[in-house]
């Protein structure tokens, strides 16, 4: 070896580090690789988890904001006012100190104690009895009113039998007509209406026969008023 020339490095130590740098090269990218598919997995773990519970949450909340609120209302006490003073106190006697004169002057003298009443309280009593004025007269009532209670019921004065329809006759056709009416103060029958009828010309029979009718009125207090009255027709074949 010539005196001049310097001495090289070895080459494998050249390509041992070089092959040193991209193994670390190659670990830290694998590192990091894996650094991001953790979190991508958290975050996807973590929003399967959030919409597992968001129903939950969701029902909560609606239930929390359909639950009434309940406001406490409190009952303030009002202290009963002091009972007024009685009378009887009023006449309580009281004392009233009299000295009695005593010969010896130097010596304190006794107090007499007198009772005494008032009677600048006393009260007149009058047993004279005051009469109640008598009310009113109960009013005449206005429109037609039910039969009942102090309300007398109209008698029949005059009642016209209806006539038998032919062809209800040849049917032989019987029962009974059922109407309510309105009797006026005159006794006439009038606003008949019928509650229960028959065929075959029956039910007009009837109404025309009880519209001819005649009553004494029906009476409140001694006073005839208008009521409103049931009346029944019977048809019957001999």
Known sequence: MAANEKPKAPRSAELATADGWSAFAREYDEDRKKLRWAIAIAVILHFILFLIHLP???RGDLKAADKPKVYVVQQIRFKPPPPQQQQQELLKPRAKKVPIPDPTPDEPEPIRIVEEIRQDLDIPIDDSVIGIPEGPPPSEPEGPIQVGGDVKPPEKITAPQPQYTEIARKARIQGVVIVQAIIDKQGNVTNVKVLKGLPMGLEEAAVDAIKQWKFRPATLNGKP??????????????
């Open 56 to 58: 939950e949450i969701v």
């Open 225 to 238: 008023v208008t009521v409103y009255y049931n009346l029944t027709v019977n048809f019957k074949l001999q």
